[in-house]
């Protein structure tokens, strides 16, 4: 099932209606408040995925499999309050099932994070890509509980107890996955970076 917003022209008035609201229609088979909260959501999901899982077309299926369980499921959320933190549960729980289906780590999409506002030099360039590659492959190579916090922090710039909300863990356990997240990145960037080697054969090498 496809979820597609056929009519934008009150995407202004969706986006200002009680998201509790359109959660409690959407559990009595209210389609189109089922679609407000997806063109509400549809784009942080996607972007979450992608980093989560290093492919685009994978985390696009995801996407679309995140909101049809939501939509099937929807009826069964006690709390409609939490309609966010479980819709990011339920994608989480995707992507650390097709992580471990893979067996293979992929590269983590990190162009739309890293938006630069000046020029480079050529040299300076070229520096800049090959630090941009090393920072994929290591986030890559995060475990993927840390991986998700430190996407949520990091890179969605949410606050702590936003991304412990969302991911239904203590915000003591946030802070503890980013310390010990950032460490594991730390090293293993340093790791490839000492190795030496071409960027297309360390994003061969696996933990």
């Not at 972007?47 to 685009?56: E, F, S």
Request: charged share 30%; net charge neutral.
């Amino acid at each position: 099932m496809a979820y597609r917003i056929e009519d934008t022209s009150s995407s202004g008035t969706n986006g200002s209606l009680d998201e509790l609201a359109l959660v409690q229609r959407a559990q009595r088979g209210d389609e189109a408040a089922f679609n407000a909260l997806f063109e509400r959501y549809e784009h942080r999901i996607a972007r979450y995925l992608k980093h989560m899982v290093g492919n685009d077309g994978v985390s696009c299926d995801l996407t679309q499999d995140t909101f049809f369980r939501a939509w099937q499921g929807l009826a069964g959320l006690r709390d409609p309050q939490r309609f966010a933190s479980w819709l990011y549960r339920i994608a989480t729980n995707l992507a650390h099932n097709y992580l471990e289906q893979a067996r293979r780590m992929q590269y983590v999409p990190w162009e739309d994070c890293h938006e630069e506002s000046h020029e480079l030099s050529t040299l300076g360039m070229e520096q800049h890509i090959e630090e941009r590659e090393l920072t994929q492959i290591a986030l890559a190579h995060v475990s993927p509980t840390y991986r998700a916090c430190l996407i949520l922090y990091v890179i969605e710039g949410l606050p702590q107890r936003k991304v412990a909300e969302l991911l239904g863990m203590k915000e003591s356990c946030v802070s503890k996955y980013l310390s010990r997240g950032k460490e594991e990145m730390r090293q293993i960037y340093q790791r490839l970076e000492s190795e030496g080697l071409p960027t297309r054969q360390r994003g061969g090498k696996r933990k």
